[in-house]
């Protein structure tokens, strides 16, 4: 049994400020990676910025991470921090830009390399990472994964180089600001990695403990996610701290069958990564067997399998085209690795089940 996380994680109202100087502490040149809007919106980029000009630390903002981003968004990151002369990375947002910060970090450290470097097996030598999460489903700021869409093969999907961040500074305030359908999406990514985690191969007690409370945090607050009441400022910490702890839980046995399959149907039609990974939760937990799904489901505040169908299918129901469906089907029964996680026997008719309702006749 093994247990890792390198990461120093703040979760405080006003936590950005508050620790400004530890975030300074990273470097003498600040890279910041965010996206176009809400790292304005929601005040977290005037944060990072008001606590690098307190501290004299240089920065320079690339804010051109678009949803999903792409390794090419990456090199062209890569290259601004290093013309800027830029020694350590802040990433501002949601999974997207802390993502994408950690391969840029990883590309910055060894500029002779090209974009083949994050997808070949090695270790996670990179400048220093900081994450400032606005969203409460990745979990990014708290596990060394970084999924970047590749384009010339059609998929979102990890790099082969494990990257922790040095500091997560978690300011459940900043969810104030999310749109209820980001919210929404993001908690059910939260979710799903807790099952995805807790059902899985490499699952320990330490792992199923991280699943477990965040679970129960995120029971706590999902009648705000099913629209019941306006969320409060309990729920958005809960939320919060429900992600990072997923993260955690994550970062030791990675996900399984329902991110395997959600990257076909967020590459070809859109789906948000939160709705397509909820697409498949009550099948997955189906499949594994009422056994195994009774803990998650008691933690989360769900009677039974019907209940949580109640409460997901509202908010997760999808059109799928066929294409979509035969291509996740055959590229999960090739994923090696997702396949690997998985407790129990896979097969193609298994997962055209997954599809349930969802398909699209
Ligand atoms: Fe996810």
Redesign the pocket.
């Known amino acids: 049994m093994y247990f890792y996380i390198p990461t120093k994680i703040y979760q405080q109202d006003g936590c950005v400020r508050a620790h400004g100087q530890e975030l300074a502490a990273l470097g003498s040149r600040a890279l910041i990676v965010t996206g176009k809007h809400s790292s304005r919106k929601n005040g977290s980029l005037s944060d990072v910025v008001s606590a690098l000009e307190a501290h004299g630390i240089p920065f320079l903002i690339f804010d051109d991470i678009e949803e999903n981003p792409s390794v090419e968004t990456v090199i062209k990151a890569k290259e601004a921090g290093l013309s800027f002369g830029a020694d350590f990375v802040i990433g501002i947002g949601g ?1 997207s830009p802390m993502d994408a910060s950690k391969s840029i970090a990883l590309l910055m450290k060894h500029p002779e390399e090209t974009a083949d470097f994050l997808y070949a097996r090695g270790d996670g030598d990179s400048l220093p990472v900081a994450a400032v999460p606005t969203t409460c ?3 990014s700021e708290a596990t060394p994964w970084s ?1 970047l869409t590749r384009h010339e093969l059609k998929i979102k999907q990890g790099i082969a180089r494990p990257v922790f961040p040095s500091l997560a500074l978690c300011d459940p305030g900043y969810l104030a600001f999310a749109p209820h359908s980001v919210l929404v999406s993001t908690a059910i ?2 979710f ?2 807790c099952v995805e985690s807790y059902i899985n191969a490499n699952a320990t007690p330490y792992s199923r403990m991280l699943c477990l409370q965040s679970l129960r945090l995120w029971g706590e607050a999902k009648g705000a996610l099913a629209g019941n009441r306006a969320p409060s400022p309990q729920d958005f910490s809960n939320l919060m701290c429900a992600s990072t702890l997923a993260g955690m839980a ?1 970062s030791h046995t990675s ?1 399984s069958l329902p ?1 395997g399959l ?1 990257y076909y149907l967020t590459y070809d039609d859109s789906i948000p ?2 709705l397509a ?1 909820g697409v498949f939760q009550v099948p997955y937990l189906a499949a594994a067997g009422s056994q195994a799904a009774a803990p998650l489901l008691t933690a989360a505040g769900f009677a039974d399998l019907g209940a949580l169908a109640a409460f997901l299918t509202p908010l997760t129901k999808q059109d799928i085209p066929q294409a979509t469906r035969e291509r996740a089907i055959r590229g999960m029964m090739g994923n090696e690795s997702k396949l690997k996680n998985c407790p129990f026997a896979v097969s193609e008719k298994l997962l055209e089940g997954f599809f349930g309702e969802n398909e699209t006749l």
């Open positions: 999974g489903g990745t979990g999924i990514d939260a799903s990695h994550i996900t991110h959600s990564h939160g990974v």
